[in-house]
């Protein structure tokens, strides 16, 4: 009876010492686990990701405004957005179809709460109609104010002029777009440029 009782009270001991070593197998596994969700929920993910998007904005059948972009990220939240992270590209249309200006940078992001797109790093503007190209590295398009413009430096470029201002603005459709605080304007002999490439 003796030794029953001690078999028993052995087969206790290794059984609870199984079901500990099982628990802290799994409050470890269980640790692993909350570890990685953290990390997930440190490390925002987006709600939708799109690659090689083409968006369409049209008014009466008409497109006026083609966006395209490598990848757009939507997140949701009280930070919610739309992330261009490889660049994006937007082209106006005229009344003929035609492409009559673009605008397209390295990164952009717009913002829900504020309705703006800002756009960064490698910012141009090439305007068709006047032979005009911006560059800039900041830009904002506020859609509440129906407007686009940069409170930083910028070079435009058109043909041998080379025109330094402290800010741009324009409507959203780019069709009066205006240099603010012009610091100067340079125009290249086209001679003098001829000779120089000869050289």
Known sequence: ????????????????????????????????D??????????????????????LRSKSG????????????????DNARTEYPKGVRVDFFDANKRVKSTLSAKYAIDSDRKNQI?????????DYQTGDTTYMETLVWDRNEKRIFSNNPLMSVNGQRVTYGDGFVSD????????????????????????????
């Open 34 to 55: 909350m570890d990685t969700i953290r990390f997930f929920e440190r490390k925002e993910m987006p709600l939708q990701t799109l690659s090689g998007a083409e968006i």
């Open 172 to 199: 959203e459709k780019l069709e009066n777009p205006r240099i603010l605080r012009q610091r100067g304007t340079i125009e290249f002999d086209e001679e003098e440029s001829e000779s120089a490439d000869e050289e």
């Open 1 to 32: 009876m003796k030794l029953f009782k001690n078999i028993y009270t052995t087969t206790q001991l290794l059984q609870s010492a199984g079901v500990v070593s099982l628990l802290l197998l799994l409050a470890s596994a269980c640790s692993n």
């Open 62 to 77: 008409d497109v006026q405004v083609r966006l395209t972009a490598p990848e757009i990220n939507r997140y949701d939240g």
């Open 118 to 126: 800002i756009a960064r790093n490698n910012v141009v503007i090439i």
